[in-house]
């Protein structure tokens, strides 16, 4: 390895100069690689020589582009059988995300820098913070590929993560909790949520509510998974975004939940009714159903098939939220001059958050008081972390003035 100035003139007769680094890399190949300064041309040729005797280092000319690393990274996704929405999201991270802005970027010259003025960029043109951190994400899942296909030595993705989780200037930031009557929906509102609950929503929600299955946890349930006579609810499957049916995610994901009368009732009443395919009409246009058989889907669409969520939620949650009186005023008035009304909260998650939340609330608060492992076995979570990092601050403190009042004349004998 050696580090030499070239000068030369130009057609025009003007000097030029730069700095050179002459090398022969693992394989014998020579290389020369040009730097302006003399400084870059040392700093290159101390790293590269520690990469060639450790027999990684990879030369410009042998390095490809982020976007064809992209290219083989969503091939390892497909051959790995990733589900179709993880490639479906691998595919958007990449064509308008990633490309746009580094596609063209070769690995070798992917630095720390590089990535985090990547990541600037991508905030500068109007990217959330949720939308950054998960295309960051993905950029590193990218190079990690890249690494075991000897591309790239260095992922300057995962590297600058690193670095901000040991950096003291960031302890003070954390992900923003969630609220009782702003991510959480109150006893209250689930009260009057319940209160007008009708028709095929009224099991559905019910089970969403006093079960905290997810979505697709709904969507994949089966007559066979209900214990009508034990009150239990039972997880085998779920159903992915584009309705294919599969296991639940993680080993965790299939659980047993009991759930409360009000459900299992409501559960009974919809078996005997409209829960099953209709499979033709009576003389009098009334549906004729198919009898119930186990495996068919409890909350399935009209044909038998699996519900989509957009319905679950347009034609469901949200109306049922607005006829509860669950409401926010959007500032806008109608034609009447009326407050236009929306629904409070738009998502199905906030019904599981619900869930988790009465799961933790004391007795005496109309909860059930169950401790932190119980929690994280119901919902269904692959660590205990995450249940302790999203609820956690929900639980009842034991340092509160009545209790610590108790505690001191039992221990001093007042």
């Given at each position: 390895?050696?580090?030499?100035?070239?000068?030369?003139?130009?057609?025009?007769?003007?000097?030029?100069?730069?700095?050179?680094?002459?090398?022969?890399?693992?394989?014998?190949?020579?290389?020369?690689?040009?730097?302006?300064?003399?400084?870059?041309?040392?700093?290159?040729?101390?790293?590269?020589?520690?990469?060639?005797?450790?027999?990684?280092?990879?030369?410009?000319?042998?390095?490809?582009?982020?976007?064809?690393?992209?290219?083989?990274?969503?091939?390892?996704?497909?051959?790995?059988?990733?589900?179709?929405?993880?490639?479906?999201?691998?595919?958007?991270?990449?064509?308008?995300?990633?490309?746009?802005?580094?596609?063209?970027?070769?690995?070798?010259?992917?630095?720390?820098?590089?990535?985090?003025?990547?990541?600037?960029?991508?905030?500068?043109?109007?990217?959330?913070?949720?939308?950054?951190?998960?295309?960051?994400?993905?950029?590193?899942?990218?190079?990690?590929?890249?690494?075991?296909?000897?591309?790239?030595?260095?992922?300057?993705?995962?590297?600058?993560?690193?670095?901000?989780?040991?950096?003291?200037?960031?302890?003070?930031?954390?992900?923003?909790?969630?609220?009782?009557?702003?991510?959480?929906?109150?006893?209250?509102?689930?009260?009057?949520?319940?209160?007008?609950?009708?028709?095929?929503?009224?099991?559905?929600?019910?089970?969403?509510?006093?079960?905290?299955?997810?979505?697709?946890?709904?969507?994949?349930?089966?007559?066979?998974?209900?214990?009508?006579?034990?009150?239990?609810?039972?997880?085998?499957?779920?159903?992915?975004?584009?309705?294919?049916?599969?296991?639940?995610?993680?080993?965790?994901?299939?659980?047993?939940?009991?759930?409360?009368?009000?459900?299992?009732?409501?559960?009974?009443?919809?078996?005997?009714?409209?829960?099953?395919?209709?499979?033709?009409?009576?003389?009098?246009?009334?549906?004729?159903?198919?009898?119930?058989?186990?495996?068919?889907?409890?909350?399935?669409?009209?044909?038998?098939?699996?519900?989509?969520?957009?319905?679950?939620?347009?034609?469901?949650?949200?109306?049922?939220?607005?006829?509860?009186?669950?409401?926010?005023?959007?500032?806008?008035?109608?034609?009447?001059?009326?407050?236009?009304?929306?629904?409070?909260?738009?998502?199905?998650?906030?019904?599981?958050?619900?869930?988790?939340?009465?799961?933790?609330?004391?007795?005496?608060?109309?909860?059930?008081?169950?401790?932190?492992?119980?929690?994280?076995?119901?919902?269904?979570?692959?660590?205990?972390?995450?249940?302790?990092?999203?609820?956690?601050?929900?639980f009842p403190r034991g340092d509160d003035a009545d209790e610590l009042a108790a505690a001191e004349a039992s221990l001093l004998g007042a």
């Amino acid at each position: 390895m050696s580090v030499r100035k070239r000068e030369w003139t130009t057609p025009k007769g003007q000097k030029k100069s730069a700095w050179v680094a002459d090398y022969t890399d693992q394989q014998g190949k020579r290389h020369l690689k040009t730097f302006k300064l003399k400084k870059e041309a040392d700093a290159f040729a101390a790293t590269a020589s520690v990469e060639i005797r450790e027999g990684t280092h990879v030369a410009d000319s042998a390095s490809v582009t982020v976007e064809k690393a992209g290219q083989f990274w969503l091939t390892s996704g497909e051959a790995a059988g990733l589900e179709r929405s993880t490639i479906n999201q691998r595919k958007r991270h990449l064509k308008f995300h990633i490309e746009p802005l580094i596609g063209q970027t070769l690995l070798s010259k992917l630095t720390v820098p590089a990535v985090r003025d990547f990541e600037d960029r991508l905030r500068w043109e109007g990217r959330s913070p949720a939308m950054i951190k998960k295309v960051l994400g993905s950029l590193g899942s990218i190079l990690s590929d890249a690494q075991e296909r000897g591309l790239t030595v260095r992922n300057p993705a995962r590297e600058m993560r690193a670095r901000r989780k040991g950096d003291k200037r960031h302890e003070g930031r954390h992900r923003a909790r969630l609220r009782v009557g702003e991510d959480i929906p109150t006893r209250e509102e689930i009260k009057a949520l319940v209160g007008v609950l009708s028709g095929r929503w009224r099991p559905l929600l019910l089970v969403a509510i006093f079960a905290g299955l997810r979505s697709s946890e709904l969507r994949g349930l089966r007559w066979q998974d209900v214990d009508l006579e034990g009150r239990t609810i039972s997880v085998r499957q779920r159903a992915d975004e584009f309705g294919e049916i599969g296991r639940p995610k993680s080993e965790a994901g299939e659980r047993s939940i009991p759930v409360p009368p009000m459900v299992i009732n409501a559960l009974k009443e919809w078996k005997l009714g409209y829960s099953r395919p209709v499979i033709g009409r009576d003389e009098d246009r009334n549906p004729i159903r198919e009898d119930a058989k186990p495996n068919h889907l409890i909350f399935a669409n009209g044909n038998g098939k699996v519900e989509s969520h957009a319905n679950i939620v347009n034609r469901g949650l949200v109306p049922t939220m607005i006829a509860a009186g669950v409401t926010v005023d959007t500032g806008e008035r109608d034609q009447e001059g009326k407050p236009i009304l929306k629904a409070k909260y738009t998502g199905l998650h906030a019904l599981r958050h619900f869930y988790a939340s009465w799961l933790i609330n004391r007795q005496a608060d109309g909860g059930l008081g169950l401790p932190l492992k119980v929690v994280q076995e119901r919902m269904g979570h692959s660590s205990i972390t995450m249940t302790a990092d999203t609820y956690g601050h929900l639980f009842p403190r034991g340092d509160d003035a009545d209790e610590l009042a108790a505690a001191e004349a039992s221990l001093l004998g007042a």
